[in-house]
């Protein structure tokens, strides 16, 4: 096994800690602490009076509606369940009517129906406090270089998440939470389970955060900040509420009615941020037929097929509740990706890439420059006739939830060629000339073809039976591009910059054979930059190649700070472009 390492991993910048009870007074006191970073003033020039007053570098508290959407409804519910068996109760011994399975009756009964009363209004109160001082001990803060909340009662948690570290930034808004008018904010910082979650912020407010967070973490210069301010202030903020310094728009005297509905009707991309159009649209046919031609799909008709032939053979229904979790579950799944792809969206921002989906509950998160690891295109083989392909990611950042991190994952969830192109040029722009559109055409083609793909010798029919032809790798533009299966087409591509480092090894049978195989490591994720059966020079030519392109493309990398201006290619990498 050789390899050489480019980059150090992504971690994640996050410190957690639990102080004792006994230190809650000192945690909950505003104290100052100068040794901290705050946020600029100037840095915050051009944004509206509300982002600049949550992003000022003190300590805020979340939106008051957080209690009740944080499980203050079941709360609710339970006490809804005791006044209706309360009031059937007064009732039944109103007419004298009793009925001996109340539970109210069998503690009238037993002369234990007072402390039970009292018990109840004890456990009742202590909730709505434990509610009340979670959401006051609940604060955060946003200053030039973290995101930092802190939370607890009893023991205090604080998390933190640095700008630079970012990997994107996801607002979703649940249907209740809608109702209030909130929406939950989440920071993906680089890391497993590194997010920072502030749930939940007013609406409106956590768009004007997001856009404020960003630009802290995209290194914009405070003079390009106010000129972009000053030249897109109509525009931007026009339906957003005034600047600071200026009178309030009629927008803020909507009702209350008014408000929610326009809430619910807007559309989830920003159009002061992003163009008001997407860039691919999905019908919904083509979003039912991939789902109905998906493998969870056959694998859920196999499975019914075969609950139907064991029930004819044995003639016990019994199977049926046996197979019935795992039905409920896909099903779960299938209408759940099925209304989570509704109201798909994804546009340009001069700070990354902006998705959205969701119906009911929404979510649209931003991507900034640099974020993306890794790219895949992959076409599923019932997908083959329609010619509907699915974009897949990698990033830094891994959520707690294995759903909603698979969500996050998925950049397209249908679409044909066009679409592919489109979206490839968001994520790579390098990809836009004709050559690179070629040899993406060439990447995702069904054979082989006279390119500039280096593909597995003859003598590697043996290890892949079907896609040898087709199983090969190149250089497009600034990215890495693996073509595999013949099947289950994919092709992966991994910018250079990107690159954790680059690996070929060699097994017992693949030494004997004169082939290798090729890995080129990034951060972890559902995709898998690796390629084998391959002539074993051709390994070692590309495996040069490629390690002087990521210290190449590294060096003058500035995607970290992609609202800077651009910086100068230093010494070191000019030598090292220029060498042979």
């Known amino acids: 096994m050789s390899e050489l390492n480019e980059h150090e991993p992504e971690r994640a910048d996050l410190a957690e800690s639990q102080v004792p009870a006994a230190n809650l007074a000192e945690q909950v006191a505003p104290v100052s602490e100068p040794a901290e970073p705050v946020a600029s003033v100037a840095n915050l020039a051009g944004l509206p009076a509300e982002a600049q007053r949550l992003a000022d570098g003190e300590w805020h508290r979340l939106h008051p509606a957080t209690p009740l959407l944080r499980g203050g409804i079941a709360l609710i519910a339970v006490i809804g369940v005791i006044v209706v068996n309360a009031r059937d109760f007064f009732l039944e011994t109103l007419f004298n009517s009793r009925n001996e399975f109340d539970p109210f009756t069998r503690l009238a009964e037993s002369g234990f129906l007072i402390p039970a009363i009292l018990i109840v209004l004890a456990v009742l109160i202590l ?122 728009s009629n927008s803020e005297h909507v009702g209350l009615i008014e408000s929610r509905v326009n809430e619910f009707l807007a559309p989830e991309l920003d159009p002061d941020a992003a163009p008001p159009e997407s860039i691919v649209r999905i019908s919904i046919p083509r979003l039912i037929g991939s789902i109905v031609l998906s493998e969870a799909t056959i694998i859920a008709v196999l499975a019914g097929v075969g609950i139907i032939v064991t029930i004819a053979i044995t003639g016990q229904y019994g199977w049926l509740f046996a197979f019935l979790p795992g039905v409920l579950g896909l099903g779960g799944y299938l209408a759940s990706r099925l209304t989570k792809s509704l109201r798909y969206s994804i546009a340009s921002t001069r700070d990354g890439i902006r998705v959205g989906y969701g119906l009911l509950s929404t979510t649209n998160e931003t991507l900034p420059p640099g974020r993306i690891h890794a790219v895949e295109v992959s076409q599923p083989l019932l997908w083959r006739p329609a010619g509907w392909w699915e974009i897949k990611i990698n990033t830094a950042s891994q959520a707690t939830s294995a759903t909603g991190d698979a969500a996050k994952k998925t950049l397209l969830p249908v679409g044909d060629m066009a679409d592919v192109h489109r979206v490839l040029q968001l994520i790579l722009p390098t990809l836009a000339d004709e050559k690179s559109r070629e040899l993406l055409e060439c990447g995702l083609a069904a054979g082989a073809h006279d390119d500039d793909f280096v593909t597995s010798p003859k003598r590697a029919r043996a290890l892949r039976w079907f896609s040898w032809r087709r199983n090969g790798f190149t250089m497009i533009s600034d990215a890495v591009a693996l073509r595999k299966g013949s099947i289950w087409r994919s092709l992966v591509l991994v910018p250079q910059a990107r690159m954790q480092s680059v690996s070929m090894g060699e097994g017992p049978l693949l030494r004997r054979m004169g082939l290798a195989e090729l890995r080129v490591h990034t951060v972890a994720g559902p995709i898998s930059a690796t390629i084998g059966a391959l002539d074993r020079n051709d390994v070692i030519r590309f495996f040069d190649e490629v390690s002087r392109a990521a210290v190449l493309s590294a060096s003058v990398d500035t995607s970290h700070r992609w609202g800077s201006a651009a910086t100068e290619m230093t010494p070191a990498a000019k030598a090292i472009g220029d060498t042979p």
Do not use: C
């Open 127 to 248: 909730s709505v406090l434990g509610f009340y001082f979670s959401w006051r001990m609940n604060t955060f803060r946003i200053t030039d270089e973290l995101v930092e909340v802190r939370s607890g009662i009893l023991f205090r948690t604080n998390r933190r998440g640095r700008l630079d570290r970012i990997q994107g930034i996801n607002i979703s808004r649940p249907i209740f939470a809608r109702l209030f008018g909130a929406a939950k904010l989440e920071v993906n910082v680089a890391g497993q389970d590194a997010n920072v979650e502030l749930a939940y912020l007013g609406s409106r407010g956590a768009d004007e955060l997001r856009r404020t967070i960003l630009q802290l973490a995209s290194g914009t210069r405070a003079a390009e900040a106010a000129a972009a301010s000053v030249s897109s202030a109509v525009s931007e903020f026009g339906t957003q509420g005034a600047v600071a310094g200026e009178p309030a």
